[in-house]
């Protein structure tokens, strides 16, 4: 979980009066999870955060999920995948999803609109790029390679620098540290591959004036677009543990080991029935007799979806994945190394691979933009013939 942070300006004691250099009473909000009974942060606003003037119903940008059926490994290109003035919320496009989770992708070139999503945190991972996430708790910047991490009901709007790659993961509740990662007070341990020192949060207010100021905001019945009295972005100050934060992939520390590690060992954040892992470039197997490529594994109670984003992954060498690309290898079938890749890892010492991998336990269904990038030899790429094997 995020350590404690202080920002801007705040009273000594929490819920006393706190007011302006005019006189004006300032407007306290807890924004907490678990009602009153887990992470929390105290936010100190200009004018009421209540003060809506319309409500009305938005159409949602999400597509229809399809199941995989017949069931079967698939692959997905984001890289094929086509962008016209795309922001990072209403132009993401859905790649796979079930009931915990939603993944999409974009390339983000124009301001997205101010957005909220109240079902669930949302975590997006940077393929490349450079932007500013601003949030009602202060902006962000983002580049390559990093993770961010928007609590549920964070009010925030992407503002690309120029083309922003973004995995978009949408969950149904809350995301974070892996458990085992945390002392029982929230300290990360010291066999954590990442720590405190290692995240990046808001470092200062982010004040925004303005009048009728439009939010779009997801919850469990769709999307409503909100109008507010006055700008969101009017906190003058705030503290507590809960807040958007950036941790960036290459600050993974891999856990290695004589022969060939699990999955578990990269995992980075986890989610309602979902886990996170952080495939980085790392020294590999070091018995005389390692095979440092994955053995072939049967997902008995969840998908794995691999998403390709930098370098050279030995295991999928002849299979037509190339950056960009995604594997869904899903529960039911058993999957491995491609054809002579256990071989021809034999012997080295170092992988020069990043990817991000999703581990859901429950299976993932197909949406438009999964059905668009699909890459249709995937599945017979282990025997090299099949209905679309050429």
Request: with cysteine.
């Amino acid at each position: 979980m995020p350590y404690y942070r202080r920002v801007g300006e705040i009273p000594p004691k929490r819920h006393t009066q706190f007011r302006s250099p005019e006189g004006k009473l300032y407007a306290e909000e807890l924004m907490g999870v678990e009602g009153f009974s887990s992470d929390s942060a105290l936010l100190y606003h200009r004018h009421l955060p209540t003060a809506i003037v319309n409500a009305e119903v938005a159409e949602d940008f999400r597509g229809p999920l399809v199941p995989n059926h017949p069931l079967k490994p698939r692959a997905f290109r984001s890289q094929d995948l086509k962008w016209s003035g795309a922001n990072a919320v209403t132009g993401r496009r859905t790649l796979l999803g079930n009931s915990d989770v939603v993944i999409g992708f974009v390339v983000a070139t124009e301001p997205s609109p101010l957005y909220r999503n109240a079902v669930g945190d949302e975590l997006l991972y940077c393929q490349g790029g450079t932007g500013t996430i601003e949030t009602i708790y202060g902006a962000l910047r983002v580049e390559d390679g990093d993770y961010v991490v928007l609590p549920t009901s964070t009010t925030y709007r992407v503002v690309p620098d120029d083309e922003l790659r973004l995995m978009t993961i949408e969950a149904s509740g809350h995301v974070g540290p892996p458990r085992r990662y945390l002392s029982t007070k929230g300290q990360f341990l010291e066999h954590a591959p990442y720590c405190e020192r290692d995240q990046r949060g808001p470092t200062e207010p982010l004040l925004v004036d303005g009048e009728d100021v439009e939010v779009l905001v997801r919850h469990r019945a769709g999307l409503t677009k909100f109008t507010y009295a006055n700008h969101p972005f009017d906190v003058v100050g705030w503290d507590g543990c809960l807040y958007p934060w950036v941790f960036n992939i290459r600050d993974f520390e891999p856990i290695t080991g004589r022969v060939h590690q699990p999955p578990p060992v990269h995992q980075t954040f986890e989610g309602p029935n979902f886990v996170v892992c952080s495939f980085v470039p790392r020294k590999v197997d070091y018995h005389p007799d390692s095979i440092p490529v994955p053995y072939n594994h049967a997902n008995v109670d969840s998908d794995e979806l691999m998403f390709y984003v930098r370098g050279n992954y030995e295991a999928r060498k002849g299979s037509g994945i190339e950056i960009g690309s995604l594997s869904l290898h899903p529960g039911g079938f058993t999957h491995g190394p491609q054809p002579g890749a256990a071989e021809a890892s034999i012997g080295a010492d170092f992988f020069d691979e990043t990817a991000v991998m999703i581990d859901t336990f429950r299976p993932l269904e197909l949406g438009e933009a999964g059905t668009e990038s699909e890459d249709p030899r995937y599945a017979w790429s282990w025997a090299k013939r099949g209905p679309d094997w050429s």
